[in-house]
């Protein structure tokens, strides 16, 4: 009988660097204090043009098992694998931290620490719109009263976690209908944390006040546009669009997190893929997120900063101005967690 193990994760592995940032995060993995281990999904492009269901459903299968999958990137050909799987697992929510990265050069002074929360369905982005004639088309946008009540639930609870407010954030008085109800949804939910301060903003405002006040803002939860626009404006802040990871997450009847997904933002970088150039930082994020959704959130959050931290103290692949390799920006990376971890630095 084998050993039981402490966690066990789904690993979706893609095209491009995915195999790379796959080894730096199995090298991390053998670092930690708890026995992880993986199940290896291929979802990369020769097998989905292969047998895309069979890779679909080999994924699903693990997440199910596992609870928790982490993702590499994939090449999006003929379907998004993204969409495949969140429309198969009903993932409704991302979560995306943005946060300060020392050492990387910014245009901007303030110190950026966000969490946004955002519905993964609807909105814009699923615009069920059409023409009438040449001269005109009409959009239909759906905003839900599930998904709006799982990312408020999901930011609450995050916000307590951090002991912060939460600002929610749309075009409420312009679409009074549909941002209507989301706004609705989070007050309903707010009304039922009475200890974590809400606040509403609209969504051009806010966009405004985050670059003159970074530090007022933690949790954000926004329609589904939105909060994609926000993330994007966020890492201009923080001066990376590649540096982070994501969370998608799906929900049982009563409400709680059944299916977790963690992936690095940033693509298949074919231009560097085999190379050992890759920058892992966000691929080691996903599974520092990964570690502190699963309850291990000294881990994660050791793993989180120490990845800072070496950044911080100038360890730096190519894509920063610097020279390391994957393998040797993993490992400053690894002794720097394993400061936090042992106290040498405060893991806080
Ligand atoms: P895709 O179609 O998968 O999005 P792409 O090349 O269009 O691929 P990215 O993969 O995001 O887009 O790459 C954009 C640039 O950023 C490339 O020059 C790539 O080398 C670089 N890049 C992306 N990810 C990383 C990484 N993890 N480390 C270093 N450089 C990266």
């Known amino acids: 009988m084998s050993a039981q193990k402490d966690l066990t994760i789904a690993e979706f592995l893609g095209d491009g660097i995915s195999a790379e940032l796959s080894a730096a995060v199995h090298r991390v993995a053998a670092a ?63 979560h995306r ?13 303030g110190e950026v620490d966000l969490h946004i929360v955002r519905i993964a369905v609807g909105g814009t982005y699923e615009d069920a719109g059409r023409r009438i004639g040449r001269e005109a088309a009409v959009s239909v946008r759906v905003i839900e009263r599930r998904p709006s009540f799982q990312a408020a639930q999901f930011a609450f609870a995050l916000a307590t976690r951090l002991g912060c407010g939460v600002t929610s954030s749309s ?10 109800l989301f706004e609705e949804v989070v007050s309903e939910v707010a009304a039922e944390h009475a200890g974590i301060p809400h606040q509403r903003e609209l969504f051009d405002a ?20 939105y909060g994609d626009f926000l993330s994007d404006a966020a890492c201009g802040l923080i001066g990376s669009m590649g540096l982070g990871a994501s969370a998608s997450y ?12 963690f992936d690095p933002a940033g693509g298949t970088a074919p231009d560097i893929a085999g190379q050992g150039v890759c920058n892992p930082a966000a691929a080691l994020w996903a599974l520092a997120m990964l570690l502190e959704h699963s309850g291990h959130r000294g881990l994660g959050r050791a793993l989180d900063q120490g990845v800072r931290d070496a950044i911080g103290s100038g360890h730096a692949t190519r894509d920063l101005g610097g020279s390391l390799g994957t393998e040797a920006f993993t490992k400053a990376a690894i002794s ?7 106290g040498k630095v405060p893991n806080r």
Do not use: C, W
């Open 32 to 94: 930690l204090p708890i026995d992880v281990d993986f199940e290896a999904v291929d979802l990369s492009l020769e097998r989905r043009q292969r047998d895309a269901e069979g890779a679909y459903r080999e994924a699903e299968a693990a997440i199910r098992a596992r609870g928790v999958a982490l993702k590499y990137p994939t090449i999006t050909a003929d379907e998004s694998p993204n969409k495949v799987l969140r429309d198969r697992l009903d993932f409704a929510v991302i």
């Open 97 to 109: 931290p943005v946060a300060t990265i020392p050492g990387v050069p910014t245009r901007f002074q």
């Open 171 to 180: 075009k409420y008085t312009i679409q009074r209908a549909t941002d209507g």
């Open 206 to 225: 806010l966009l405004a006040k985050l670059i003159m006040r970074p530090e007022a803002y933690r949790v954000v939860v926004t329609p589904n546009e």
């Open 250 to 261: 799906s929900f049982d009847a009563a409400g709680s997190v059944q299916l977790a997904m």
């Open 336 to 342: 720097a967690m394993h400061a936090r971890l042992t």
